[in-house]
């Protein structure tokens, strides 16, 4: 079987597809200098227009997404993205970030509206549109904890961020990234957080505790409000990564249950695109004695208009260039519009509903789930006894749908983390279902079956190894 | 309820299934006295009413008229065909590709990327994207702290001011020096003395005023000290300009938008990273390679996964997780659809159309800054501030003039950009909306009553 082609391999030198005006006149070395300029221009593909047509739109088709395929990856929250909010994002293309704000009040109107909307969501006092993802959303909300304990004298003194053991990569990456140590606490055997290890760990250098509730697990803390309480109690700030969110959205909120800090994945809970990797957006809400500390600028109201505010002298600074990925931020206004308040309570309860019924299907399919108990929006299963979640996972993509989160959280052992989310139908549930309890059955009775899988994928399973020990990260030319 | 299937006969299936009552009874782990607050939020709107209480607040927008605004952002030609291959379904609503059996469209997309991104800069290694310019420098800054084991950062003045501040934001934590090289009158960075106490150099060409930077000189100087040279590029003005690798820079990176990226009111574009074989083990961000299926058929995969967070945890390069994929997808299909001609003659055009405006402006009687090696922009010397004329043009119906800072020390003034877009008509209108506002006539002539 032949290798499908790369772009550079379909190129032949003259073509090409697409064609700017054209401009005459004086030439460059004329208006910069020889020495300005490069030697050679870049190796560019040259193709016709409909092979470029050709070419990405099979590449498109040897990709799974959530518009062709059930995508239950735990923690990632994959539910359909509207079509209707693509309409919505591109009346909002042409608009340049340094136009006179005069000029752009309806953006920042929406804007201003989106503050407002995630600060009642969250229950939280302001809100910050500028980080361009959960992990940025991260840095920002730790970085704000910093500058406020630094504000207070107590910079030297507070060194030391808390994570659970089963916390997002991200959230110790984070700590780090902002000059902290992280300390890592265990998970009881109930699933949540292990209390007396908690306020054993907690002391006079304790900046912040990063929590997401429910957790990795999918278990609610029920303890929130003690923990929450044991924390401020020592002058930490408690950090809430809204990558669950979707579990209790609309009908639960972390200003409530004693979060100082938030961040939300607009492109889990609120559903902008992933995008195969990208752009998420992250915004950060906090209560009002880390509000000094937002990033400038923030969308502001000054009778009726709408300003973007740069004065905020005590603000961390700046996160990343201009005000956010608006192009998103209009996307996730469409869906709180469309949805309202009871919307979105339809979307947490359906979304527990939907996990807590796979659940039950997993396990008549043979599947053990850990800390087995009501979950949240996911769950962590495992594999029956003698099989291994990555051949599970591979022989699922035989039946065209992708698998759960695999392997995360570290805290259990082949650990596979499902997260249906609230827009897939029972009907689509029972059938990934029947695929896992077949898989089991056809592993049971052929043990060449698992290490085959998958089969008739566009691709086989991948000489990783090698990849990793002779990196080739970008194409050959023959001239190399 | 939109998006969500159930069926009241559903609920009460699933119900019967997990052994419950209610769907309340699956929130009992919720503390009662924190479950359903009341929230005020606006009643649901309808697909119709939606669309139409978005096209009342983009009519308050300035779009679609004629635009000379640079300072990192442009609007650029981009071909019907990119958005239209990009932005499809299976791109769109994928995840990263963790799954690499089933995500080869995503990876061999990344894969092109990476390879054009090394093409135009010159250097070999390129990650699959950042969230944007100003934070690929920042964490091009860090990069530098751990390939050096050095805790200062010489960074140009002309380096786009919010590059600098988040800069700063992302370095205070970790206790890292800035120092700021001021500028000359040609509004261009002179070769700075680099002590061996420097992490970095980082330069921006063309600078945030739109003006060339001798970059061999920067680099000589950077690494006569031990130091890196970060070259803070404009991907687009690549075609035609000396490639970052040319000159021996160590890192190069930018901002993508031009490449094919609507403006977005400044977002979602995408900033990249592009480095030398030797600081690919300090590179953050994900990588895409090439290997085999066990058929023996080329395959990508993400790979060299143990600098990233989800498996370092807190040992990490970075904590970047999600990246900027489907704007960096928009660009390498622009680039595929532009080719190296396309690329160029849009490169070009901008220089020829820039300098263009820039002679028009001076002749009639703007105060154009004397420095004529500028690829995109200029500055323009004005009575008034600069927040102001961009006011005043605007309500005369041209978007122009992103305002100089005061740390520039130059006084009043914008810039003005122009691109292959930018049009005779255009020009007259700007040049007739200077006029109206008393920026004209400044030099040589006498300002109208």
């Known amino acids: ?480 | 309820m939109p998006y969500v299937p159930h069926t009241d006969d559903d609920i009460r299936r699933a119900l019967a299934v997990i052994g419950v009552d209610g769907v309340d009874d699956l929130f009992a782990d919720v503390p009662a006295e924190i479950l359903d607050p009341p929230l005020e939020l606006s009643a649901p709107m309808d697909e119709v009413t939606l669309l139409a209480h978005l096209d009342r607040l983009a009519a308050l927008d300035q779009q679609a008229v004629p635009t000379f605004l640079g300072g990192g952002v442009r609007r650029h030609f981009i071909p019907a065909v990119t958005p239209r291959l990009a932005m499809q379904g299976e791109f769109v609503t994928a995840y990263t590709p963790y799954q690499a059996e089933v995500a080869q469209g995503v990876l061999q997309s990344t894969f092109e990327f990476q390879t054009m991104m090394s093409e135009l800069t010159g250097l070999p290694i390129a990650n699959a994207s950042m969230y944007d310019g100003a934070s690929a420098v920042a964490e091009a800054a860090l990069l530098a702290v751990r390939q050096t084991h050095r805790e200062t950062v010489m960074v140009s003045r002309a380096v786009h001011p919010e590059t600098r501040e988040v800069l700063q934001t992302y370095l205070w934590p970790l206790d890292i020096d800035i120092e700021v090289v001021d500028l000359e009158p040609s509004l261009t960075t002179p070769v700075p003395v680099v002590g061996d106490h420097v992490a970095a150099l980082i330069v921006q060409d063309p600078n945030h005023l739109g003006y060339l930077e001798d970059m061999p000189a920067m680099a000589a100087a950077a690494h006569a000290a031990g130091a890196l040279l970060i070259a803070v590029v404009d991907p687009l003005a690549l075609a035609v300009l000396r490639e970052p690798g040319s000159y021996g820079a160590d890192v190069a990176v930018g901002d993508g938008q031009v490449l094919g990226v609507p403006m977005q009111f400044g977002g979602p574009a995408f900033g990249f990273m592009v480095v030398t074989d030797a600081l690919l083990r300090q590179l953050p961000g994900r990588l895409v390679g090439q290997t085999n299926d066990v058929d023996g058929r080329r395959a990508f995969v993400l790979t060299l996964q143990a600098r990233e967070q989800h498996i370092r945890r807190s040992k990490a390069k970075s904590n970047i997780c999600s990246n900027h994929q489907l704007a960096a997808l928009l660009a390498t299909v622009n680039m595929a659809a532009l080719g190296p001609a396309g690329l160029r003659e849009m490169a070009e055009g901008t220089v020829r159309r820039a300098h263009q405006l820039a002679a028009a402006v001076r002749a009639a009687g703007g105060d154009v800054a004397p420095n004529e090696r500028f690829f995109a922009e200029f500055v323009l010397r004005t009575r008034a501030d600069g927040v102001t004329v961009r006011r005043r043009l605007a309500k005369r119906g041209v978007r122009a003039g992103v305002p100089l800072p005061a740390e520039y020390g130059i006084g009043n003034g914008v810039t003005l950009a122009a691109t292959e877009l930018t049009t005779d008509a255009d020009i007259e209108a700007l040049l007739a909306a200077l006029h109206d506002v008393g920026e004209l006539g400044v030099v040589g002539t006498e300002v109208p009553a």
């Open chain 1, 1 to 480: 079987m032949s290798d499908f082609p790369l772009v550079f391999e379909r190129s032949a030198p003259g073509r090409r597809a697409a064609r700017p005006p054209v401009t005459e006149g004086a030439t460059m070395a004329e208006l910069l200098g020889e020495t300005a300029l490069r030697a050679s221009p870049p190796r560019l593909p040259e193709v016709s227009e409909l092979d470029l047509v050709r070419h990405y739109t099979q590449l498109a088709h040897r990709q799974f997404s959530i518009d062709g395929n059930f995508y239950p990856l735990g923690s990632c929250t994959m539910k359909y993205n509207p079509k209707l909010h693509e309409d919505a994002a591109e009346r909002f293309l042409d608009l340049h970030p340094y136009q006179d704000p005069d000029h752009a009040q309806g953006i920042l109107a929406l804007l201003h509206g989106l503050q407002g909307d995630l600060a009642t969501i969250t229950g939280m006092d302001a809100i910050s549109l500028q980080p361009a993802a959960g992990a940025h959303g991260e840095l920002t909300g730790i970085l704000m904890i910093r500058a406020f304990h630094e504000a207070n004298g107590e910079g030297e003194q507070r060194r030391v961020v808390i994570c659970p053991d089963g916390a997002h990569g991200t959230n110790p990456a984070t700590a780090s990234m902002a000059g902290y140590d992280v300390v890592e606490v265990s998970t009881g055997p109930d699933g949540e957080v292990d209390i007396e290890a908690f306020e054993a760990a907690l002391g006079p250098d304790t900046a912040a505790v990063m929590l997401t509730n429910p957790n990795t697990l999918g278990i609610f803390e029920r303890r929130i409000l003690r923990m929450s309480e044991a924390a401020h109690a020592v002058g930490a700030q408690l950090y809430y990564d809204g990558a669950n969110l979707n579990a209790v959205v609309g009908r639960a909120r972390p200003g409530d249950m004693g979060f100082d800090v938030v961040h939300l994945n607009l492109h889990k809970t609120f559903t902008t695109p992933h995008g195969g990797g990208g752009p998420g957006t992250g915004p950060v809400g906090v209560k009002a004695h880390l509000a000094p500390y937002l990033p400038a600028p923030l969308v502001a109201r000054e009778g009726d208009r709408f300003v973007l505010d740069t004065d905020r002298p005590r603000s961390i600074g700046r996160m990343r260039s201009f005000y956010g990925n608006v192009g998103n931020l209009v996307r996730a206004y469409a869906y709180i519009r469309t949805l309202g308040a009871e919307g979105l309570r339809r979307v947490s309860s359906m979304a527990v509903l939907n996990a807590n019924y796979l659940r039950m299907k997993m396990k008549e399919a043979g599947y053990t789930i850990a800390f087995d108990r009501v979950n949240m929006h996911e769950f962590v299963a495992q594999p029956p006894a003698g099989l291994r979640t990555l051949d599970i996972a591979k022989a699922l993509l035989d039946h065209g749908v992708h698998p759960m989160t695999v392997y995360f959280p570290l805290i259990v052992k082949e650990a596979m983390m499902v997260e249906p989310t609230e827009t897939e139908s029972l009907e689509t549930l029972d059938a990934y279902a029947a695929v896992l309890a077949e898989v089991v059955e056809r592993a049971q009775a052929d043990p060449e079956y698992l290490a085959g899988a998958p089969r008739h994928t566009p691709v086989r399973r991948l000489d990783e190894t090698t990849a990793a020990r002779k990196p080739v990260l970008r194409y050959g030319f023959a001239a190399d």
